[in-house]
T-cell receptor, first 113, second 112 residues
């Protein structure tokens, strides 16, 4: 069964460093998403991406965050200068059409120290 | 705005007990409704879904019925197993936007 894959599974970084989280969405999907889950808390929407541009973003997704689809398969989330409060599980997701089922990857644990 | 409310956990049940996790939603229009499950140390997996009123989603012995009149999508299972221990998230998605909105999650522990 097709799946969303994410790398790395776990990354530890120093505060102020840049981090790039990578995702390979399901191949025929057109909508891509990033969510995050701070330990023990709810899953929060960060950004959605369609047709090579951001279609929606939340208040969390400030200027420190960016997304990119550098080629036909990868979808990346960049955090420019990490803060302690960025420590969370980051989930990539994709869907075939808007409003349809969204499939999630296994997540990337980011620990900022 | 659109939102999802779930019963607070944690919920602890004995094996073979009946499970209900309540979920209600607020949304304009007719959203699709989902239950996702997160097993310890793992990502989010789609458990079941329903896309219109009175639809029943089912998977792995779990069921949920889309009740428009009560704006609810309660998750049920007749006999839980230890392997069902996980966090369960109710969620919705509307065609007017392309994201999923999650409830806060309900932690379930099943003891032998």
């Amino acid at each position: 069964e097709p799946e969303v894959t994410q790398t790395p599974s776990h990354q530890v970084t120093q505060m102020g460093q840049e981090v790039i989280l990578r995702c390979v969405p399901i191949s025929n999907h057109l909508y891509f998403y990033w969510y995050r889950q701070i330990l023990g808390q709810k899953v929060e929407f960060l950004v959605s991406f369609y047709n090579n541009e951001i279609s929606e973003k939340s208040e969390i997704f400030d200027d420190q965050f960016s997304v990119e689809r550098p080629d036909g398969s990868n979808f990346t989330l960049k955090i420019r200068s990490t803060k302690l409060e960025d420590s969370a599980m980051y989930f990539c997701a994709s869907s075939e059409v808007s409003g349809n089922t969204i499939y999630f990857g296994e997540g990337s644990w980011l620990t900022v120290v | 705005g659109d939102s999802v409310t779930q019963m607070e956990g944690p919920v602890t049940l004995s094996e073979e007990a009946f499970l209900t996790i309540n979920c209600t939603y607020t949304a304009t229009g007719y959203p699709s409704l989902f239950w996702y499950v997160q097993y310890p140390g793992e990502g989010l997996q789609l458990l079941l879904k329903a896309t219109k009123a009175d639809d029943k989603g089912s998977n792995k012995g779990f069921e949920a019925t889309y009740r428009k009149e009560t704006t609810s999508f309660h998750l049920e299972k007749g006999s839980v197993q230890v392997s069902d221990s996980a966090v369960y998230f109710c969620a919705l998605s509307a065609t007017s936007y392309d994201k999923v909105i999650f409830g806060p999650g309900t932690s379930l522990s099943v003891i032998p």
